[in-house]
């Protein structure tokens, strides 16, 4: 059975002195397209998953491996069988401290902006440290590599390139999807499920209901404009549509 972690549960256990680590430094980020591919992410897991286990994914938020290190800032990151704690205020809940949920995020997704975010140097190493299952570097302009996702796997406590889009382990893929999102077209990174459906936002699945519905409706006033021509073709022919069948007027 699947357990669920919320935070270290050990109340006889002194509570670690965390007043020396930055939760947050205000800092924004660093581009709109970035915190544009930021909020597709977390919003449409967040919207539109549903697999039965409780699960945290957050965009541009503090990850602390041990109390000795200062965070690293996933731009996205996607941890299973974790819950949020009620005071959301507390110092210790603000940020991801991996001995508070009692385990590392399953999936850490940088998207680069630039040639100094060392995302395959020492961000990997850390999150590699910290056994993240999956990392995913996403880079729209090809400024650190040749290809514009690459996507890395824990094994045997390294990370090893995978070949394909999959994230097994966790149950979802991720896949590069040319489109439009809040009036942008452009490449975007997107959630995908193990048959390859992208995972939709909130405004998608609200555009994607209308959709059906409508059409749903246009199939139902069809069938009603039939219904009534057959009536007045039998009325032509002195047949009373609502009448016995078989009875004329």
Known sequence: MTETITHADAA???????????TE??????????????RL??????????????????????????IHD????????????????????????????????GKPPDVVIEVVSNQKGKELGEK??????????????????????????????????EYLPKLDRNLSRVGLGLTLWEGVFEGHR???????????????????SALMERQQREAAEASLDKERQRADRLAEKLRSLGIDPDGTPGTAR
């Open 124 to 157: 990997l190493k850390r999150y590699e440290r910290m056994r993240a299952l999956y990392y995913a570097v996403f880079d729209p302009q090809r400024l650190i590599q040749k290809e514009a996702l690459r996507i890395f796997e824990l094994a045997v406590g």
């Open 186 to 204: 452009a490449q975007w990174l997107r959630w995908c499920d193990d048959g390859g459906n992208l995972l939709p936002t909130g405004a998608e």
């Open 41 to 66: 992410l977390a919003e449409s897991v967040n919207a539109s998953w549903r697999p039965g286990r409780p699960f945290l994914a957050a965009a541009n938020v503090g990850v602390f491996n041990t």
């Open 25 to 38: 430094d205000d800092e924004p980020v660093d581009n709109l397209f970035s915190e544009k591919q930021q």
């Open 12 to 22: 006889d256990i002194p509570e670690p002195d965390i007043d020396h680590l930055i």
């Open 70 to 101: 200062q965070a690293v800032v996933p731009d996205v990151f996607l941890s299973l069988d974790v819950q949020v704690h009620e005071n959301i205020w507390e110092k210790r809940n603000r940020s991801y401290m991996i001995w508070e949920f």
